[in-house]
Every structure is written in structure tokens, then in C-alpha cells.
């Protein structure tokens, strides 16, 4: 009996570990082997379309072209990292011997200004997406709250959105740069007028899905809570704060999503003409330039902006699952 027990347990424990392993396998294949499978196949498929299309530059460059490209972007990165240190390193020995020399000497240290390398320009463009990103967000989430809760302020307000929303980056661009021209006048200004110029037009192109899904999912908050927030006699901003926000997070993220998108991919396009050193003004001079390594080093930038764009909806992903209450409404 007791051998019974022992040869059923041995099989339960083995039909369990196929199982398992079964479902690892399922797994594993949908996650990993079938992206990298489609990702092979494309890669396949540009590099034999790659050699029959002939530019003004020569033929447009392949996946080994454009890895090629990639490191020497990194190389030249770590070349200038190399020249600043050694210039700050001068510039010390200089000080230090003046110093020895006079110890009231006034000593300066100077800073390095030479040419932003490729992962310069992609810290540039995160910074002036994030700025235009979070002026977009001070505006439209407090403006979708009031329009979600009031009727009159939403009919108000509805045809001014409809009106702006579709507006293209370009002609945004214009006005911006006019205005932050007269406005923003200043003998040292903090930020360069290309950045705030950017800044702007980024958030003026992506502060509309925020708002737009802020008010849906504000005017959407079940009526049961909101009978229950009348019976506790919650007053306007702990209503607000108790009952529709935790209520509307799932809305609100879906427009944070979308507007992180639609400002990162009006940020190229913004950098290009307002000049601010960011991916979109490499993509610009290597287009000006044209030189044999030019398109391969443009596609390089279009594989970082795709790649960190996926990033960045990552963690606007990872963020939401952070704050909101209701897990399963988490778009993935």
C-alpha cells in the first residue's frame, strides 16, 4: 500500500513538472522566440531590399551598415568623453601650480565646450520632451477634472480642443518661436531659447489626449460612489481627491500614454527647425551633411527614437500599475 501511495505520488509530481514545463515552453515561445522570429525575418527583408535601392548617397545602408554606424557614434562618444576629461585635467595642473605660486591667486575653472556626441543630443531630447511633457500636464489634467464635472464648462471648452487638437507641430512651431522671441528676453537666460521654444511646442501638440481622457474618465466615475460622497457630505477637493481620482487613474494614464507618445514624436520634428541640440537636429546635420555615412547614422537615430519611445511607454506602463488601485484595468 505504502509503495501505492509513493508510485501515484511519483507520477503526480512528474505529470506536474511536465506541466509546468509545458507552460514554460508556451511561455517562452510567445515572449521571446516569436518577437525575436519577426524581428530576424525583418531584418532579413531590409537587407535584401537594402541593396536594390540606390540613393543620391549610394545604396541605402543594411542592418551591418547601420550596426557599423552604432559604434562608431559610440566610439566618437567615448573620444569627446576622453577630450573633456583630459581638458579639465589641464586646467587643474594649471591652477595648481598657480596656486603654488600665489596662494590668493583666483583660479577658474572653464567649461568644456566641445561638440555634443549622439548620446549628448539623446539626453538633450529627453529633457526638453519630459519639460514639455510635465507643462502639459499641469494644464490639462486640472482643466480635465473641472470640464469632467461640469457639463456647462465641457460644452464650453469641448469645440476650442476639437479646434487645436489636430494642429500639426509645424505650424505650432512659428507662433512659438515668435513669441518666446519677444517674450522671453534676457542678458543670461537660464535656458537656451531653442529648448523652451521645443518645450512649448511639445506641449502644446500633446497636452490634448491627457485632457480629452481625464474628463472621460472624471465624467465616467460610477454614480454609486458619487451618491456616496453626497451622503458623506465630502467637500469639493476631498471629492475630488477621494472619489475621482482614484476612480478616473486608468483614464488618465491611457492620456499620459498617448501624450508622451505624440510629444516625443512631435520633439523631432521641433528640434529639426528650432535648432535645440537634440536627436532631431542630428537627424538634420547628418541629413545637410551628406556624407556616405550619413543615412546609416540617421537610421541609427530612427532606431534610438523608436527604441526609447517603447522605453518611455514602459514606464508610463509601470507607473500606472504603481498608483492604481484596479490592477486589471491596466492597459498593457
Known sequence: MK??????????????????????????????????????????????????????????????QVWQQATNLVAEHERERDKESAFYLRQEKRNAIKLEADPDAEVKIRPYTGKPTFFDQILTSLGTVFAGFMLGIIIAIPVGIVTGLNQSVYRAINPIVQILKPVSPLAWLPIVTMVVSAVYVSDAPFFAKSFVTSAFTVMLCCLWPTLINTA????????????????????????????????????????????????????IAAEMLAQNPGLGKFVWDEFQNGSSNSLGRIMVAVFAIGIIGFALDWMMLMLQKKVSWDKTAVLR
Open 3 to 64: 509503495t501505492l501511495i509513493l508510485n501515484m505520488l511519483a507520477k503526480s509530481i512528474a505529470a506536474l513538472q511536465d506541466r509546468v514545463s509545458k507552460l514554460d515552453r508556451q511561455k517562452l515561445i510567445r515572449n521571446i522566440m516569436l518577437p525575436l522570429s519577426a524581428f530576424f525575418i525583418f531584418l532579413l527583408l531590409w537587407d535584401g531590399a537594402a541593396s536594390h535601392i540606390d540613393t543620391s548617397l549610394g545604396k541605402l545602408p543594411g542592418p551591418v
Open 216 to 267: 472621460v474618465g472624471v465624467s465616467s466615475v460610477n454614480k454609486d460612489l458619487i451618491n456616496v460622497s453626497k451622503v458623506l457630505r465630502l467637500g469639493w477637493f476631498t471629492h475630488v481627491w477621494k472619489i475621482v481620482l482614484p476612480s478616473s487613474v486608468p483614464m488618465i494614464f491611457t492620456g499620459l500614454r498617448l501624450s508622451l507618445s505624440i510629444g516625443w514624436m512631435v520633439l
